[in-house]
């Protein structure tokens, strides 16, 4: 009988071992969850802190950005205005170019240039205004038409 009671306790002590193992379980299953809950919590404070700070961070880099264009932009400028004034020479120097190898073909073909045509109507405008005091020094008789009477 001595044996019996040893038994009983052994079970009692058996049925409480998985109860007081669950028991530990849960606790400890509450204690990760708890953890994970403040790993997430931890995350998006970093995520917040980090992102904000990322956020400054483009800001700032921003800013070193417009600082440097507004640098540069006089010194843009200056180099705009000298490749415009450079390439208005050089286009200068092409047009007189073209102008001159145009006016020796056109001369080849025997086509007047602008001075020589501006000279042909000085000298048309000349022998206009010539004619004109001529007929204004003519008698009136000449110049009425006769009649075929």
């Known amino acids: 009988m001595s044996d019996q009671p040893q038994d009983n306790n052994q079970d009692k002590k058996d049925e409480r071992g998985p109860l007081r193992t669950l028991t530990g379980a849960s606790r400890d299953l509450r204690k990760y969850t708890h953890q994970i809950w403040l790993a997430g919590l931890g995350a998006f404070a970093r995520a ?13 880099a921003g800013r070193q950005v417009e600082k440097h264009t507004r640098e540069k932009a006089p010194r843009v400028e200056d180099i705009k205005e000298r490749v415009r004034h450079h390439t208005g020479e050089t286009m200068d120097r092409m047009e007189k170019a073209f102008d001159d190898r145009l006016s020796k073909a056109l001369s080849r073909l025997g086509i007047p240039n602008k001075r020589e045509v501006e000279a042909l109507q000085r000298r048309v405008q000349e022998l ?8 204004d020094e003519e008698p009136e008789s000449e110049s009425k038409p006769r009649d075929p009477e």
């Open 48 to 60: 917040e802190e980090e992102g904000s700070g990322f956020f400054d961070a483009l800001v700032e």
């Open 128 to 135: 206009t205004d010539a004619l004109e005091r001529m007929e």
